[in-house]
């Protein structure tokens, strides 16, 4: 990621240690639940204006030729995978019609043994691009748009032959679907398996589904099951397979005879495919089976998406364009507006299908893409004619290596060769020493605007109707109020440090000094959601459910519970070698019971401790393990009962402070962690994941 050159608040060590732990931990999280995992009201808005610029003055911009592209990728991708420990990229750049490079770095074998390492061929190697494959699903949706087969805004239950999860009235659309705004929880289990796991679009579509959390159209919540069930119904309307359909109208259309969603590849492309890799000298891994093809499944290599991507930016590159003009202007302007999200319109927006990832004042359509093991990027310049993808076949030495490499080409590449001019000002700022308000901004207003915002925030992007819920702990943003009317994020969105945030019109700030800017909502006085990615949200985390509190709780609980534990066998111990006679039997039921307790709930805890681990890893977890894990919650939930007979025993029979003492302590551990288990959904029915 390039580092602006900008004064960013400085954390304590402590704090921004704890702040990069968070975010990696939260991308190990987002990873695991993506695939793959990342760039109107009834009537479509009006195209968006111009994108914001950068402040002050840029350099004149590179000329985008084929040789500068390459001496420039030259000098930073080959230090950058040495650095990282990624194994290899592959890499097209498009312009003005045409493909003006495609690159390989680094190996698509790292070899081993007798084996020769063998080096990337953006031509002949084929890499999984993730999520990626959503911009091929969305295209489509929009083929069968244009043909007058599917509407955007007809409920899809008309187009399905099961019942889509509903807890709200409204209609949910293909338009929902291709933002991410059809309102449903993560799902994780099933995602990406390894070869010879069967591929059901319908039966993963259908066999526990996920809720739905939110009401449609309101709350930009990234959704794989949204588009695989958008991909579902292509198969639908086309009566054909989803993979065969887009192959015959979306890559061939394109002239990408080298790419495919079946899953495993087809003979002939099998002995093309890069190897992924954990981290470059890692053992290659196995072929992945994306349970939900139209989220991800798509194999290509770099050429073939240089021909996408000319394909999206409307130039004939193979059998038949794509979409018509009037459809590929509809599919490449923001898709919602303020009628459904109210202010949150005021940031950044999905298209149908493409993330606004607009910068330097050049409007920007993107969207990335995750597996376990590779890691892709795909930027289009509209506006310019231009487009680069990115590919990487490893994660890299550290959790936000493969991310923060793809940042910083994908950014170096717009500063390099679409600068913000010299004349150009970021909507909203200042000169240097003005008092006037930024963007018309009242400063009584800013202030108490960000005095609304302050406070912890999760992603949009969770789960809510079971276990998992914890993980909603993890990667949490804390939103400060500093100079009377700044917003300071810790950590900022889509970082691993903090940020500062100034307000430059009503409900919308942009980072200072930076280019990303967050739009909040606000009813009633609270905040409802503030958007900081097109199809992401911060929501607010009740009071019940504060970091400080759970953890403080849940810590305490557990070390009282682990003294308890061990004081067990140093008592008996103790006893016997004194000669000391045992406890007398009354209340011994209780004793026995709340032991019980105390023993279930540790073994409660180790049990989702080693399943979320497995879960974040992607490792399936059985439905009897779960439950196994769920009894043994409820039977510390439920020892609650024997201790406080135990407590009530003991300040009957005067059994001294200290013994009191350890049996209030007890009762409150096991109120602890039986609090922890109902707030969070331990001991919820569902254990769907």
């Known amino acids: ?24 931990l939260a991308t190990a999280v987002a990873v695991a639940a993506t695939v793959m995992g990342c760039g109107t009201s009834q009537a479509d808005p009006a195209p968006p204006g111009s994108a914001p610029a950068v402040p002050g003055a ?24 040495a650095r990282t420990g990624v194994a290899g990229a592959s890499v097209a750049v498009v312009r003005d019609g045409e493909m003006l490079t495609a690159r390989g770095y680094g190996h698509a074998d790292t070899g081993g043994g007798d084996a020769d390492a063998v ?59 291709l933002t991410h705004t059809a309102g449903f929880e993560e799902r994780i289990a099933g995602l990406i398996g390894t070869t010879g796991n069967d591929v059901d679009l319908r039966a993963a579509l259908t066999d526990d589904p996920p809720e739905q959390i939110y009401q449609p159209g309101t709350v930009p919540a990234y959704s794989n099951y949204g588009n695989a069930l958008a991909g579902y119904i292509v198969e639908r309307a086309s009566g054909v397979r989803f993979e065969e359909y887009v192959a015959g109208n979306v890559l061939a259309r394109a002239g990408m005879t080298s790419s495919t969603f079946e ?18 000298g890692a053992p290659a891994a196995p072929f992945e089976i994306v349970s939900t093809p139209p989220a991800g499944a798509l194999s290509a290599p770099a050429t073939d998406m240089a021909r996408f991507m000319l394909a999206q930016l409307g130039e004939r590159v193979g059998a038949a364009p794509l979409l018509d003009a009037p459809t590929r202007e509809l599919m490449q302007r923001p898709a919602l507006d303020s009628t459904s999200l109210g202010t949150l319109a005021e ?64 950014n170096g590449f717009a500063d390099r060769y679409f600068p913000a001019e010299a004349t150009q000002q970021v909507a909203g700022t200042q000169p ?23 406070g912890t925030y999760e992603s949009s992007r969770a789960v809510r109707g079971n276990f998992l819920t914890m993980m909603g702990l993890v990667g949490r943003t804390t939103v400060s109020v500093t100079d009377g009317d700044r917003l300071l994020f810790e950590p900022a969105p889509l970082s691993d440090s903090p940020a500062l945030y100034e307000e430059v019109s009503p409900w919308v700030w942009r980072e200072v000094g ?39 709780v849940l810590a305490a609980s557990t070390v009282v519970l682990l003294l308890v534990a061990l004081s067990w066998p140093v008592r008996a111990i103790v006893r016997r070698r004194l000669g000391r006679a045992p406890r007398d039997r009354a209340g011994r039921t209780a004793r026995i019971l709340t032991r019980v307790a105390v023993g279930g709930t540790l073994l409660a805890l ?75 959904m331990l001991l919820a029915p569902s254990i769907s994941y």
């Open 432 to 454: 240097a020493g003005s008092t006037q308000p930024a963007g018309g901004v009242d400063p009584a207003s800013a202030a108490e605007h960000a005095a609304l915002a302050a």
């Open 263 to 280: 899953q495993p590849l087809p003979p002939h492309l099998t002995d093309r495919m890069s190897n992924g890799y954990e981290r470059a």
């Open 514 to 552: 930076g280019q990303r800017t967050v739009a909040m909502r606000v009813a009633d006085g609270r905040v409802e959601a503030i958007s900081f990615d097109s199809a992401f949200a911060l929501l607010p985390v009740p009071s019940e459910r504060d970091s400080a509190l759970v953890l403080t």
């Open 347 to 410: 940031g950044p927006r999905m298209t149908l299908g493409y993330f606004d990832e607009s910068r330097n004042g050049h409007r920007i359509l993107g969207h990335g893409g995750d597996t376990l093991y590779f890691h892709s990027h795909l930027q289009l310049y509209p506006d310019d004619r231009t487009g680069i993808y990115l590919s990487l076949n490893s994660t890299g030495e550290g959790a936000l290596d493969s991310h923060e490499l793809r940042q910083a080409a994908l």
């Open 1 to 24: 990621m390039t580092h602006e050159t900008v004064t960013r608040p400085r954390p304590t060590r402590s704090r921004s240690r704890r702040v990069r732990v968070g975010a990696a």
């Open 58 to 81: 840029s350099a004149a911009p590179a000329a985008l030729t084929g040789a500068n592209v390459n001496a420039w990728l030259d000098g930073l991708l080959p230090a950058a995978l």
């Open 606 to 680: 180790a049990g989702w401790a080693v399943s979320l681990v497995s879960i974040m890893g992607l490792q399936d977890v059985s439905a009897t393990s779960l439950r196994v894990v769920q009894l043994l919650q409820l039977i510390g939930l439920l020892g609650v009962l024997p201790a406080a007979v135990r407590l009530v025993d003991d300040i009957r029979g005067r059994a001294g402070w200290h013994r009191i003492t350890g049996s209030v302590a007890v009762l409150l551990a096991l109120a602890g962690t039986g609090w922890f288990a109902v707030e969070f």
């Open 119 to 177: 080096p990337v061929d953006p031509d002949r190697h084929l890499f999984r691009v993730g999520s990626v494959s959503k911009l091929v699903t969305a295209t489509a949706v929009l083929q069968l748009v244009q043909s007058g087969k599917l509407q955007l805004d007809t409920d899809v239950a008309e187009y399905l032959d099961f019942t889509v999860p509903r807890r709200y009235p409204q209609d949910v659309t293909l338009r929902h679907l």
